[in-house]
């Protein structure tokens, strides 16, 4: 490792030097503690008594090799203090952990797991013109394996047949980061280079990755970078002092009671690059989702605050050299903000992230389908704002975990009105989601119709599927609509082009029906809404020429729990007129032949 890199801010590879590293005379250990008196090891290698480190360079770096160490155990670093008192770390840059409450590191082999997904990582790209749909998920609570949490490396054997299966292309793990604290989610990390041990250890999630590469599935990591969690072995007040996080006068404590990163310190930010570098290069992750992008743009998040330049400066910096490590990876920016060129490149003063959450489709959307009919119609022209400044971004539209939680209800439950009327208007809305421009993120549960908030302490309720025949066609639905998706490139192609998005209908307020096409890849679709009540017969719909229609899913069907019957449905366009039935709360979509 360039120490003079670390120290700058700009070394990615901290990790092979810091840590516990398994060499043939034994394990070395290097830990960086510039404020420390000393620093020793302790661990089931010694009988928990100190083993001294030597302070070697310059700033604070403490090495040491132990012969008797092995790979698979314990140990700590004890700082001691100038003042007299003692603390025991874990590892910052440690590669496992033990189990909440435990909270030691734990040695292990970077290097014994070999991959075999090399030409899933020679041939994966960005997906700009590829379809991308997203399945996020909690790897404790998605399906419970007896009474126990799935390995790393079982999972893939029952979750890769399910997302080949309902059509997603791949899968994002919500933080996998080692964590005290199960209701965090992995947001409050204590081990940012340790996959948590709830499920294994480091081979078995390199086997998990290799198992959803070789079946053609994509995996993307959350990825936190703003803030830590504050218990005492952890990063806060490493070596006596604020080492990782802000000093307590300007802002140390974030939002969430955590501990805000020092992202213009040098050894903070080759932390930070070196850990976002590490999960791509060791684990072969495809991308990382990067959380709370708010609060690196403004102080706290808060916009009357100001921009944080600095942070800027350092996810602008982080974003060009993980291009240039891994310039296939995807970048997702998680941000509520309106803050502007987020995906666009840093040579044009952009953040440089690939794709950015669409949070503003996200919260207008589901407000629009939580109101009454009547309260719609004056509402008609939020749904229409979207695509207002869709094309100031590279925009992914999720529906995720945040939505489904705390008192806000299920995407389902979300809809207006009794049982039928929601499942009705819930396949509208996946429908518009589905056809409107935009990647595409769904959590776990959406594609089921689940009525109960997750929680992380259970699994998802895929029962129903085994109880409630509402549920067995939603399902359906789901599977025949992402299908559909992946089938037309006319729906993924281009879209970040606003020649190949057209309004046919966007006047309708009291009738509350849309419709638009998506024109790309050789195609042209029409989707076609009735948001409303009522059902409509030979409603007037405009496409320019003479066509025919050929139908590709209603959301009325009764295969789905509607009322309409038939199939391959085809509706003659003449003159650029056509009549098409329109049932309450529904959607169609359409080639147009």
Not at 29 to 57: H, M, Q
Not at 291 to 307: F, L, M
Request: hydrophobic share 35%; charged share 20%; net charge negative.
């Amino acid at each position: 490792m360039d120490l003079e890199r670390f120290y700058s801010g700009e070394e990615w590879n901290a990790y092979q030097y810091f840590g516990a590293h398994i060499e043939e005379e034994g394990v070395r250990f290097r830990v960086y503690a510039p404020k420390a008196k000393k620093v020793t090891v302790i661990g089931e290698f010694n009988g928990w008594r100190d083993t001294e480190l030597d302070l070697s360079g310059r700033g604070g770096i403490y090495c040491g090799l132990i012969p008797e160490a092995q790979n698979g155990q314990m140990y700590k670093y004890r700082i001691y203090h100038h003042d007299g008192s003692v603390t025991d770390k874990a590892d910052p840059y440690g590669f496992g952990m033990e189990l909440r409450p435990c909270s030691a590191s734990i040695i292990r082999d970077m290097n014994a797991f070999v991959f075999e997904d090399g030409d899933w990582m020679a041939g994966r790209n960005k997906m700009y013109d590829r379809p991308m749909h997203i399945y996020e998920m909690h790897f404790g609570s998605w399906r419970a394996n007896g009474d126990r949490w799935y390995r790393y490396e079982e999972m893939g054997e029952v979750l890769i047949p399910y997302l080949k299966e309902m059509g997603y292309t791949h899968v994002e793990m919500m933080p996998l980061n080692e964590h005290p604290l199960d209701v965090s989610w992995g947001y409050q990390s204590t081990g940012f280079f340790a996959p948590t041990v709830r499920y294994g250890d480091c081979d078995g999630l390199k086997s998990f990755v290799n198992q959803c590469h070789q079946a053609g599935i994509g995996v993307l990591l959350d990825f936190v970078m703003v803030h830590f969690a504050v218990d005492d072995y952890g990063l806060s007040c490493f070596d006596g002092s604020p080492l990782y996080e802000m000093p307590v006068e300007e802002g140390m404590c974030s939002e969430w009671g955590s501990y805000n990163f020092a992202h213009g310190r040098g050894e903070v930010a080759s932390f930070l690059k070196s850990c976002a570098n590490y999960w791509l290069t060791e684990y072969h992750f495809d991308g990382l989702r990067m959380d709370a992008i708010s609060n690196i743009i403004y102080w706290q998040g808060q916009e009357q605050r100001g921009v944080n330049q600095t942070a800027l400066h350092f996810v602008q910096s982080l974003n060009d050299g993980l291009k240039r490590l891994h310039p296939q990876a995807i970048l997702v920016a998680e941000d509520s903000t309106s803050y502007l060129k987020v995906t666009a490149p840093t040579a044009y003063g952009g953040l440089g992230f690939d794709y950015k959450w669409d949070l503003g489709f996200m919260h207008d959307t589901l407000q629009f389908f939580s109101y009454s009919p009547e309260e719609r119609r004056a509402h008609y022209q939020e749904l229409l704002f979207s695509m207002h400044y869709f094309y100031n971004e590279l925009y992914l539209l999720a529906f995720s975990h945040d939505e489904v939680v705390h008192g806000k209800k299920t995407i389902l439950d979300k809809m207006y009105g009794e049982y039928e009327d929601k499942f009705a208007q819930c396949r509208a809305l996946f429908t518009y989601m589905i056809s409107h421009p935009g990647k595409k993120l769904n959590f776990m549960g959406n594609e089921i119709g689940q009525f109960r908030e997750w929680a992380e302490y259970r699994p998802q309720d895929f029962d129903v599927l085994m109880e409630f025949p509402m549920h067995v066609a939603f399902s359906r639905f789901m599977r025949d609509l992402n299908r559909i998706y992946l089938a037309h490139p006319a729906l993924y192609v281009e879209e970040y082009n606003a020649a190949c998005f057209s309004w046919c209908i966007a006047d309708k307020d009291w009738d509350l029906v849309y419709a638009y096409t998506r024109s790309a890849g050789g195609e042209r679709i029409l989707a076609v809404f009735n948001f409303s009540e009522v059902k409509y017969s030979g409603y007037l719909v405009r496409v320019e020429g003479n066509h025919m229609l050929k139908e590709l899913i209603n959301s009325a069907a009764q295969i789905y729990g509607g009322e309409v019957s038939g199939e391959n449905v085809e509706i003659p366009v003449n003159n650029g007129q056509c009549f098409m039935d329109l049932e309450a709360y529904s959607g169609r979509l359409f080639v147009i032949m």
